[in-house]
């Protein structure tokens, strides 16, 4: 392809390969390190990963990771707005219930789970429940209600509601 180096999408596909593999990039620590991997076709041609991705759809794209622990390989990745990938995140390293979106709130002995979506930058609560099994359902109807594709979900319940 003449002029790749010109493209949108040959940027990404530079950056994607820096920061999973080069352990002075400043994203790194999120992505290499994490063992967060490029699948060798792509990695050894941008024609290949041109071929899979396309072409990005407007400036206000990037690629996003779909399963966020998963490695960018066809399947697995899509163009995103921010506001989209916002809704596909990790489970956050401080969260002490083990579902995304729970949270206990220590001032309610009976309802004590407290379901939480966050969309257009605000948070919303989805309710309080008993257990945290509940309270993860609920936020999981919430986020793919708000979200659809681009929820991430709590995976025991990704099967039954997608």
Not at 45 to 61: C, N, Q
Not at 64 to 77: A, C, F, K, Q, S
Not at 124 to 149: I, N, P, S, V
Request: aromatic share 14%; charged share 25%; with cysteine.
């Amino acid at each position: 392809m003449i002029g790749q180096s010109k493209l949108p999408e040959y940027e990404i596909w530079c950056s994607i390969k820096s920061r999973c593999y080069r352990p002075n990039n400043i994203n790194y620590e999120r992505y290499g390190a994490r063992g967060v991997t490029m699948c060798p076709e792509w990695r050894a041609s941008f024609l290949a990963f041109y071929k899979d991705v396309g072409s990005r759809p407007s400036r206000s794209y990037s690629l996003d990771r779909i399963d966020n622990d998963g490695n960018y390989e066809p399947g697995n990745v899509r163009w995103a707005t921010k506001q989209q990938q916002g809704a596909n995140t990790r489970k956050r390293r401080d969260n002490t219930s083990g579902y995304r979106g729970v949270y206990r709130n220590p001032h309610s002995l009976k309802r004590p789970w407290t379901a939480k979506v966050r969309y257009d930058g605000k948070d919303f609560t989805a309710g309080h429940y008993e257990t945290a099994e509940e309270a993860a359902w609920m936020r999981d109807q919430w986020a793919l209600a708000l979200h659809g594709e681009f929820a991430s979900l709590n995976s025991e319940y990704s099967e039954a509601t997608t």
